[in-house]
């Protein structure tokens, strides 16, 4: 046991280290996951006939997305929650486990954090087995407060079927402490042990959509899709659950036996031997910044093209989903001057640009990232100025966020055409993406700001875009006040195809943007780096 000696002791440490950030995590999650209740309570009390709902989910674009319909006529209030939040919530708590995991694993390493713990007599599982033993508990954590908030908020449903939906979740999150460890050891940076699990859970997402339309042999290797199985609220089953804890177990003990075989700070897999000169493609900060970051501006194409051909596939049967449930017609009908296809077009429009400005902080953030690891002082040592390196990442970031709103019209008019027809020419969804952009400029805008000024509370651009999602997503059903959408760079833009383009509006955002980001620049040249 020598080799686990003082791991409650470092377990202790990361509670205290990421105190905070657990704490927000516990409470925001649970909150949003229980708090979405009586939207589908209120979605049930207003469809006269809930069979035809279930038989508009049955449609396989609507099964791709969401997952299967284990319902044979009508929905429960918490059937209809099952079916419809099962998958997000599974990949919103891998997510935060994928991350967890690497910060305490890879990214010590990287930041020297773990040569010291090494010096110290502790154990060599000792931070491994501490990182697993608090992922465990904030999981247990997340999986108590959903079934007690579940049950207080919504005393109708069965005990047993909200605890076979909050364990069925957070055990497949956990799966992915198990995932990402492996990662941790095959990887030579903590850039890419998130990229390779990120890509795990997008390609078992990707195999589950497949395996519920058409294979379902397909579904059942998924780790998603075995989720999915447990049917939570209709037959309540604990089979998939077992398997996805003996797949999580068997993650760990894998990553263990890796870690005994390699060095600290290296990984399994060999790094490639770089160039011995720059490609002659890179010509300068901008190119050589681009190629940094060229391989996971690709990914997040291939998944924003994706998801806006997803969404390009559910225009078939469009109006049966409105006619369904007023509160569908609530939320997706805002101009009855206008076609219920032109109103969907808009609204999920709306959505994607939200979704796309998501890598768009990401890629501007990595400028951060770099400073942190002590490579941008290799940069700006040498005749490049401040302002000309962190243009770089806003230039990039900019002309990303363009080809992905281009992308995301193009993908979603060229699939929904295949399913709909009369929908409007790709110049419609032309415009109304690049609407968009603007309020995509403003938002990396507040980043840049806060890269310049208050580096430590970049977090804060990722809360705006949560916000302006919150607040224009559910808005509409939840009757939030107007003034609050008016709060967002999203909402302040007029929604075209229902709305005339504002381009007062327009030159207003571009313009606070480049303020933003002038101010973001000059304290960028002021403070110091690293």
């Known amino acids: ?47 006269p006939d809930t ?23 009508s929905y429960t209030t918490g059937s209809i929650y099952a079916n419809y939040m099962s ?20 990214l010590d390493e990287e930041r020297g954090r773990m040569e010291i713990i090494k010096s110290l007599p502790v154990g060599d599982y000792a931070n491994i087995s501490g990182t697993i033993t608090v992922s465990f508990i904030i999981n247990l954590l997340v999986c108590l407060f959903l079934i007690v908030g579940f049950k207080a908020l919504s005393p109708d449903m069965e005990l047993k079927s909200i605890v076979n939906f909050s364990i069925s979740t957070t055990v497949f999150g956990f799966l ?14 903590s850039t890419l042990t998130n990229s390779l699990s990120f890509l795990s859970l997008f390609a078992f997402y990707i195999l589950r959509a497949v395996g519920d339309v058409s294979y379902e042999f397909l579904s059942l290797i998924s780790p998603l899709g075995l989720m999915t199985r447990t049917q939570s609220f209709v037959n309540d089953y604990y089979f998939p659950i077992v398997i996805l804890l003996v797949e999580g177990l068997i993650g760990i003990l894998l990553a263990g036996i890796l870690l005994k075989n390699r060095d600290l700070n290296a990984g399994l897999i060999r790094e490639r031997q770089g160039r011995r000169s720059l490609s002659p493609l890179v010509k300068g900060v901008n190119s050589f910044n681009l190629s940094l970051q060229k391989s996971q501006i690709i990914v ?6 994706i998801f806006s051909a997803m969404y390009g596939a559910t225009l078939g049967d469009l109006e049966t989903y409105i006619e369904s449930s007023d509160l569908m017609a609530k939320m997706l009908i805002v101009n009855p001057d206008y076609s219920s296809t032109d109103q969907f077009v808009g609204l999920l429009i709306l959505i994607m640009s939200m979704i796309t400005c998501l890598p768009v902080l990401l890629f501007l953030n990595r400028v951060l990232s770099e400073e942190k ?33 281009l992308l995301v019209a ?20 032309f415009i109304g993406a690049i609407n ?29 875009l949560g916000y302006s999602f919150t607040v224009l997503y559910l808005g509409r059903v939840l009757d939030f006040p107007e003034i609050l959408e008016k709060l967002t760079p999203f909402g302040i833009l007029p929604n075209y195809p229902l709305e005339e383009l504002d381009y007062g509006m327009v030159l207003i955002l571009l313009a606070l943007s480049l303020v933003l980001c002038g101010i973001g620049m000059y304290g960028y040249r002021k403070r110091d780096i690293g």
Request: aromatic residues 16%; proline residues 4%; positive net charge.
């Open 1 to 47: 046991m020598e080799r686990f000696s003082k791991t409650f002791l470092l377990s202790s440490f990361i509670f205290r280290r990421e105190r905070i950030r657990i704490v927000l995590y516990i409470v925001l999650i649970s909150a949003f996951i229980v708090g979405m209740v009586p939207i589908f309570e209120e979605m049930l009390r207003t469809t």
């Open 51 to 73: 069979s035809v709902l279930v038989e508009t989910m049955k449609n396989p674009a609507m099964v791709s997305m969401i997952g299967p319909v284990f319902v044979e006529d």
């Open 87 to 106: 998958v997000y919530v599974g990949l919103m708590f891998a997510a935060w486990n994928i991350l967890f995991t690497t910060r305490h694993t890879r």
């Open 176 to 189: 992915f402490t198990g995932i990402t460890l492996i990662f941790a050891q095959i990887s030579t940076s």
């Open 300 to 305: 997040w194409a291939l998944v924003i093209a």
């Open 373 to 405: 690891k002590g490579l941008t002082d290799a940069i700006i040592n040498r005749p490049v100025s401040r302002s000309k390196y962190f243009g770089s990442f806003i230039l990039i970031a900019s002309l990303v966020a363009v080809a992905y709103q």
């Open 410 to 429: 193009l993908s979603f008019w060229g699939v929904g055409r295949e399913f709909l027809e009369g929908l409007p020419d790709l110049k419609v969804f």
């Open 436 to 464: 968009y952009v603007p309020a995509i400029f403003f938002t990396m805008a507040v980043a840049v700001l806060l890269v310049g000024l208050l580096p430590k509370y970049t977090w804060l651009s990722y809360l705006y």
